[in-house]
C-alpha cells in the first residue's frame, strides 16, 4: 500500500515536473494570468456605487497607473503575453484588483477565433437582425455575443456598430442597422443591454457619420447640426441613453473639419453633456491624431497604441497643457465602466463555446430577419410534397452560405483564420437543406459560372432557385448596387429558361434587380449566419411563415442616389512627400441632409425597387379603425389569409408644413402574431421627441405646434390608414 502511494506521489510529482517545463515553452499568450490577486480595499465594495468606487480607486493611484488605462498596450498579439488574442488591451492594475480589458470585435460573432482554436458563432448580419424589428430579439443577439466573448476569457466588445445606411454601398452595411435612426437606435440599445447582461463591457460604434469607407480616414464629411442631430446622432442618442453602453468609440474621418475622435462638438457638447455618456470614449484603431486637442475635446483612450495618450499626454498632463483633472475624468471613466460592467467583480473564467445553443439562436435570427420580397402566383412556398424537380443555381450553394468581411469577420468552423478581404463561406449548404426538404426529388445543382448550362438545367427542371452575392467588407464600398460578376445575366438566363424561378440574395444590403420583373418570387436573406442555409429552407417550403420587412430602401438603381456616384471613389492617389501615393483630403457634402433613405426616396418623388419598411408573408393583413391622438394611435389588424402569420405594423408621422421635413418620418411600431382570421387592436404610445425637430438656435429639440398627420400601415410606401392630431 505504502509502494503505492509512494509511486502516487512520484508520479504527481513527475507530472507537476513536466507540467512546469511545459509551461515554459507555452507560446506567451497562453501563460497569461487567468485569476486576479485577491484585494482589499473600500472600492472593492460591491455595494457602493460605480462612480464611488472608480473615486476611492482612483485615489489610490499613481500618475504612470492613470497613464497607462487611457491607451491601448497594443493591438492584436503586439500586447505580448497580455493578449488574449483580440483586437486589443488595457493593460489593467493588478495591485487594485482592476483587471486587463480585453477588447474583441464582435460584431456579428467574436472575431479571430481560428489562430487560438476557438470557436464562435456566426449570427446573422445586424441589417438583417435590424429587418427583425424586434429589439427583445436585438437582446438575444447581444446576450449570445456577450457569452461567447466570456467564454473566450474577453471582457469588452468591440460591436454595436451603427452608422446609419445614407450611403448604400457602403462596404460595412451588413455589420450596421439600416437607415431609420429610430429603427437602429432602439435595436442598438437592447443588443447592448442583452452583451452587457453577460459582464462584458458593451460598445457602440463608430461615433460619427463613418457612413461610407472610401477615404474614411481622410474624408471630410460636411453636414449641419439640424440634420446631424435628426439622422445619424439620432440613432446614437437613442443607443447611448437606453442602451448604456460603456464604450463608445470615435470614428476614423473628420466632421466639419476637425476629426471625430478630437471633435468637441461630437464627444463633449453632445455625447457627454447633451446626452450625459457616463462611460469612456475610445478611439477606433490608429483613429488618434494629436495629444491635447484629442484629450480637451473628450477621447479617453487611445487605442490601440500610445502614440498620442502615451508619454506625450503625461507630459502634457505635467506642462500643464492638459489639466491633471481632465487626466482623472478619463480614467474615472474607465474605472466606472468596469465596475459598473461588472468585470472587476465577475472575471470570466474561461468555458467551451456552445455551438447548439448558438445555432439555434442563429437560425431563430435568421429566420425571422429574411424578408420575402416578391411571390407572385403563389409560388411559394414551395409544396414539399409534389414537387418533383429542383435546380439549385449559383454562389456556392451546393457548400455554403456567405458572411461579411474586415474586422466583423467571423472564422468559419473546419477553416483557418479569414484572410483580410477575402469572402468566406460558412458551411450551410442551401443545396443540402433544400435537398432534406424533398427527399424524393431530383435536386440538382449548378455553380451557375456559365449562364447557359445554367438555363439547361433550370429548363429541364420544374423548378429554379438561384442564390445570388454581393460580398462586401470593411475598407472598401461597392463601387456600384449592381450585383458582382455578371449575376444579373445569369439570372436573366435562368428565368428566361424557367417560369418558376426564384432567387434568394445573400447581400450585404440593397442590391440593384433589373431582372425583377422576370422571376416569380424572391427572398434577402442577407448573410445569414451558421444556420442560414436551414432557415432560408424552412421558409422556401413553407415551415416559417416570413415576417421580416426592410431596414433599408431597395434603390432601383445607383443614379437614384442621393450621390450616384460615392466621394473620393474616383480619386487618384498622388505622390506624398516620400513619394509613396497617398490620397489627399477630400470633403463628403451630405447635400441630402435630412434626406436618408426613404426619407429622399419620398421627399424626390422616386419610386424605390422596394421600400423601407416593406416585407412579404405568406398570409395576408388588413388595417381598420384607426384612432390618433397626438401621443397615442389604436388601430386594428387582422390577418385575412388561410395560415398564422406575423405582421409587423408601422406607424409613420408627418411633420407641419413649418417644420420642412420629409413627407414621413417612422415614430412607432410593433409586432403582431395573429391567427388566421384572428383581428387584434393594437396601441401605441408616440414619444414626443420623435415628433420634434432640432432647432439649431436653441439648440434643443423643439415640438412644434401645427397639425401632424398619422400614417399606419405595413410599410413606408403601404400605409391604408391615415389622420390629422394637432399639437
Ligand atoms: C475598425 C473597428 C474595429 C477595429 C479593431 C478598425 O479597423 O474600424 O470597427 O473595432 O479596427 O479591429
Redo the contacts with the bound molecule.
Sequence with gaps: MKHYIRGRKLALAAAMAGAVAALAFLPAWAQMPQRQPEVKGPWMDKNLSPDKRADLVLEQMTLDEKMQLVHGAG??NQAGPRSNG???VIAGIPRLGLPDVQ?A?S?VGV?AAAERGRYATLLPSTIGEAATWDPKLAFEYGKLIGRELRDQQYNAS??G?MDITREPRNG?NF?YQGEDPVLAGKMVAQLIRGVQSQSVIG?V??YAF?DQETG?GIGNVKLGKRAMRETDLLAFEIAVTEGQPGMV?C??NKVNGDYACENSYLLDSVLKKAWGFKGFVLS????THSTGKAALAGLDNE??GSRYFGDALKTAVTNGEVPLARLDDMVHRIVRTEFAAGIVDDAPRGRVVDPFTGAELAQRIAEQASVLLKNDHGQLPLRAATVKSIAVIGSHADSGVLSGG???QVDAPGAGPARWNQPVWFPSSPLEAIKAKVPKATVEFNDGADPAAAAALAKASEIAIVFVNQPTS??RDLPTLTLPDKQDDLVTAVAAANPHTIVVLETGGAAAMPWIDRVNAALEVWYPGIRGAQAAANILFGDVNPSAKLSVTFPKTDADLPHPKIAGLDRMPIPGPDGRPRMQEFDIDYTEGLKVGYKWFDAENKQPLFAFGYGLSYTTFAYSGLKAAIDNVSFAVRNTGKRAGVEIVEVYAGLPAAANEPPKRLVAWDKVALAAGESKTVTLPLDPKFLSIFDEQKDDWEFLPGEYKIFVGSSSRNTPLTAVVTH
Design positions: 493591438g492584436f483580440g483586437a486589443g477588447l470585435d460584431a472575431r468591440l460591436g456598430g460595412r455589420e460598445d460604434k463608430h463613418n474614411r468609440m470614428s476614423y477606433d484603431w490608429g483613429a487605442e490601440s474586415g474586422s466583423a470593411e475598407g
